[in-house]
C-alpha cells in the first residue's frame, strides 16, 4: 500500500481530469445492469489489448480508472502492471479471483483499497446487490426511539434541544421505469439565532426527509415544503403530495357513509407521481406546537406564533438542514401551500436571497464558490394578500366553476374548455365588479340574487346550500359533497341532520392514523408522543388546543401580504424560478384572486398561475395529479429565469429595481 499511496501522491496535480473521484454522480452510480457471477469469469474487453509496453504513472492510472469501474479488472490489472505498479495490479488480480468463486463481498473489500466508491458500487450493482451498492453512499438504517413529549400549548417549551440524530430507513421504488433506492429520515434539528459570539438555540424543529444519496449533492435539488394555516403541521404535503408514497384521496368519490362520520383510512401506494426524481424532499413542522416540533426555553411556542418571527425561525432551520448535511451547493426550492404559500413561502424567498450563503459553514474539501442560496419557489394554492382576500371579483369565478361542476350552471358549452371558461368568468368579474353579487345564473345557477342566499357576499356554504339543499359541502374542493341524512323520513319538511364533523377536514381521522403507523414502519421513527395537527381529536387535548390556538393567537396576519417580498426578492435575484397553483374549485384561495393580487403587482408575467381541476390541496383530485406533477417536472428542469433567449425579458421584469440598481423602496421590504 505504500507504493499505492507513493504513486498517488505524485498524480495529485491531475486529480481535477481524473472521473474517478469518490463523490457520488448525476446519474445513479450503480445503474448497470446485474449480470450473473459466472459471467465475471472472462472480464477482459473485447477491443482492448493491453501491451506490457511500459507507460508512465499518470497514464496508468488514468487508463486503468473507466476500465476498472466498467469491470474489467484484469485489463486495468495489466496497465498497473506495465506501470510497475505491483500492488495495484495483484489487487485487481485478486478482486477477479474473488469474483470467479462468487465471493461478492470479498471482491468490493479488495477493490475498496485500490478504487473509488462508485467503482465498487458498479461491482455491487453488476452482482445484482444494489442495496449493497446504495449502502456505500447512505447512512446506515438507525430506528429512534423518542421519548419526549411535546406539547401544542401557547406556553410549551423544551428545556433543552433534542438530540439532532435522525431515524433511516433505505426503500426501493420504480418510477418511471426506473428503480433506485432512496434514504427516509426523520428527526428534529434545532434553528439557532445567532450573535457574532454565540448561537442561541430558538426551537427543535420536527422534519421527515426522503434523499437519493447516490447521487451528487452538488447538482441535486433539495426541496422544503411548508403547509399553512398558519398553525398546520406538514402532514397533508407530506402523506398526499410528492414523496414516494401517497394516501390516495378520490375528491369526487365520497361514500354517503361519511355522513356517520370521518372515514378512518385511506388506500396508501406507492406513488407514480413523486418529485424524488427531480429533488430530494423534506417536510417541515416548522410551527412550535405542530408535529414533533417544540420551543425551546426561554422561548415558548407562542414566541413564534408571528409573522416575522415564523420566516427567521424558518430560515434558521434551512440553515441548520444544509450545514447538518452538507448541501451547501445543492440548489434549493421552497414549496409552500395555503398561509405558507402566500405568505410564509414569499416572505422566506427574499430572506433566502437577502442572506446568501453567509451562514452555510464550509464542509472540508467543499468549493465556496459553487455554494447556491435559493433556486426557486412554488406557491401553491397560495393568498398572497390577506386584505384583498374576501373580494368578490377574486371569488366569483371560483363559485360560477363549482356551479358549472355540480351541473347547475348553463353557462359553458360542451366546447368550451375549462380553461377558456376561468379566462371568460374573470372578464365578468373585471366588468361587473360592482356589481357581481347581483349576478344571476346561468354563470351561478342561482335563479336570485346571491345576498338573497349569503347576506351580501359570496360566502361558499350558504351559496352551496341553496344550490343543492340536503348535502354538506367542502370549502376546500366545492365540488365535493355528502348527502345529508333526514330528520325524520316520513316528515322530508323539517329538514336534515348535521354532520357531527366539519366536513371541510374529512381527511384528518385518516392521516393522523396513517403518520402514528407510518413513521415507525417506514422511517424507523418511534416516538412516545401523539403527532400534533390543527384540529385531531386525540386522547391529548394539548394536541387539539395547539395548533387551533396558534391561527387564533398568530400575529400580524390580518393584512399580511407576500406581494412585496416577491417584488424585492426578484429584484435582488432576476434568476429565481417562480410558479403559483391553483385548483378551479378551492374557494378557501380563489385562483383568480391570486391572477388579480399578481397583476396589481406587476408581476403577472413574471411569476405564472397554473390553474388545474381540483381544489385547496389539487393532489387529492387524482385526474390531476399527472397534468400538475408534469407542471412541476417542467419547472426544476427549467434553467434559471432569465437564461439564455429569456435574459432581455428578465431584465425588463425587475420591479423596484432601475438600470442603476436604484434602492428598493422600503414599502417592498415590509
Not at 346 to 352: F, H
Request: glycine content about 6%; charged content about 25%.
Amino acid at each position: 500500500m505504500k507504493l499505492r499511496i507513493l504513486s498517488l501522491s505524485m498524480l495529485a496535480a491531475l486529480a481535477a481530469c481524473n472521473n474517478s473521484a469518490d463523490s457520488p454522480v448525476s446519474e445513479s452510480t450503480f445503474a448497470s445492469e446485474a449480470v450473473p457471477v459466472a459471467a465475471v469469469e472472462s472480464n477482459e474487453a473485447p477491443t482492448a489489448k493491453i501491451q506490457p509496453e511500459a507507460v508512465s504513472l499518470e497514464t496508468a492510472h488514468i487508463r486503468a480508472d473507466d476500465l476498472i469501474e466498467a469491470g474489467h479488472f484484469i485489463d486495468a490489472a495489466k496497465i498497473f502492471e506495465a506501470a510497475g505498479l505491483t500492488v495495484e495490479n495483484s489487487l485487481l488480480r485478486t478482486v477477479e479471483a474473488f469474483l470467479v468463486e462468487g465471493k461478492i463481498a470479498e471482491a468490493a473489500g479488495e477493490l475498496t483499497k485500490i478504487a473509488p466508491k462508485k467503482a465498487v458500487a458498479a461491482l455491487y450493482a453488476r452482482a445484482g446487490l444494489d442495496e449493497e451498492a446504495y449502502k456505500l453512499y447512505a447512512p446506515a438504517d438507525y430506528v429512534l426511539e423518542d421519548n419526549a413529549k411535546y406539547s401544542g400549548l401557547p406556553r410549551a417549551y423544551l428545556a433543552a434541544a433534542i438530540d439532532e440524530k435522525p431515524a433511516v430507513m433505505h426503500h426501493k421504488m420504480t418510477l418511471n421505469g426506473q428503480s433506485f433506492w432512496y434514504t427516509a429520515s426523520a428527526g428534529h434539528l434545532t434553528a439557532y439565532a445567532k450573535n457574532p459570539e454565540k448561537q442561541y438555540p430558538q426551537a427543535s424543529i420536527f422534519y421527515t426527509a426522503y434523499t437519493r444519496d447516490d447521487l451528487s449533492k452538488e447538482n441535486r435539488p433539495v426541496t422544503f415544503f411548508f403547509n399553512g394555516g398558519p398553525g398546520a403541521s406538514s402532514v397533508y404535503l407530506h402523506l398526499a403530495s410528492w414523496a414516494p408514497k401517497h394516501v390516495v384521496i378520490d375528491a369526487l368519490n365520497v361514500p354517503d357513509v361519511w355522513a356517520d362520520g370521518r372515514p378512518q383510512e385511506f388506500p396508501f401506494i406507492d406513488s407514480q407521481e413523486s418529485l424524488i426524481d427531480r429533488t430530494d424532499l423534506v417536510f417541515v413542522d416548522i410551527v412550535p406546537g405542530s408535529g414533533f416540533s417544540e420551543a425551546i426555553a426561554p422561548n415558548t411556542n407562542l414566541t413564534f406564533w408571528a409573522t416575522d418571527k415564523d420566516v427567521e425561525l424558518s430560515r434558521q432551520f434551512i440553515t441548520r438542514y444544509i450545514n447538518f448535511n452538507r448541501r451547501q451547493e445543492s440548489p434549493k426550492y421552497l414549496y409552500g401551500e395555503s398561509y405558507a404559500g402566500g405568505i410564509r413561502v414569499p416572505k422566506l424567498t427574499l430572506a433566502l436571497v437577502d442572506a446568501g450563503t453567509d451562514g452555510y459553514e464550509k464542509a472540508e474539501g467543499a468549493d465556496k464558490s459553487k455554494f447556491k442560496a435559493l433556486s426557486g419557489s412554488v406557491f401553491h394554492s397560495p393568498v398572497f394578500d390577506y386584505s384583498s382576500a374576501d373580494q368578490i371579483d377574486g371569488d366569483f369565478p371560483t363559485f360560477a366553476m363549482v356551479a358549472d361542476a355540480l351541473g347547475k350552471s348553463t353557462a359553458r358549452s360542451k366546447e368550451t374548455s375549462l380553461e377558456s371558461y376561468a379566462a371568460t368568468l374573470g372578464d365578468i368579474a373585471a366588468k361587473y365588479a360592482r356589481d357581481l353579487t347581483f349576478i344571476a345564473s346561468p354563470y351561478t345557477g342561482l335563479p336570485k340574487r346571491i345576498p338573497a342566499y349569503s347576506g351580501g357576499e359570496l360566502n361558499f356554504k350558504p351559496y352551496a346550500a341553496a344550490l343543492m339543499p340536503g348535502y354538506d359541502f367542502n370549502a376546500y374542493d366545492g365540488r365535493m359533497h355528502v348527502k345529508l341524512k333526514e330528520l325524520n323520513p316520513k316528515y322530508p319538511k323539517l329538514g336534515f341532520k348535521a354532520l357531527k364533523y366539519n366536513f371541510d377536514h374529512f381527511e384528518e381521522d385518516a392521516l393522523n392514523n396513517r403518520i402514528t403507523s407510518y413513521l415507525p414502519a417506514h422511517v424507523n421513527y418511534k416516538p412516545r408522543a401523539r403527532y400534533i395537527n390543527a384540529s385531531w381529536q386525540t386522547p391529548d387535548p394539548d394536541a387539539v388546543k395547539g395548533p387551533e390556538l396558534a391561527f387564533e393567537l398568530w400575529q400580524d396576519k390580518a393584512g399580511a401580504t407576500g406581494l412585496p417580498n416577491i417584488v424585492a426578492a426578484i429584484a435582488r435575484d432576476p434568476s429565481l424560478k417562480l410558479l403559483t397553483v391553483h385548483g378551479y374549485y378551492d374557494t378557501i384561495t380563489p385562483f383568480h384572486r391570486s391572477e388579480l393580487d399578481l397583476k396589481d403587482a406587476a408581476l403577472d408575467k413574471r411569476v405564472p398561475v397554473k390553474n388545474f381541476v381540483g381544489g385547496h390541496m389539487i393532489y387529492y383530485a387524482q385526474e390531476s395529479r399527472p397534468s400538475l406533477i408534469k407542471a412541476l417536472d417542467e419547472f426544476y428542469d427549467a434553467p434559471p429565469y432569465g437564461t439564455g433567449p429569456t435574459i432581455a425579458k428578465a431584465q425588463s421584469l425587475r420591479p423596484a429595481l432601475s438600470q442603476d440598481a436604484a434602492p428598493i423602496p422600503a414599502a417592498a421590504l415590509k
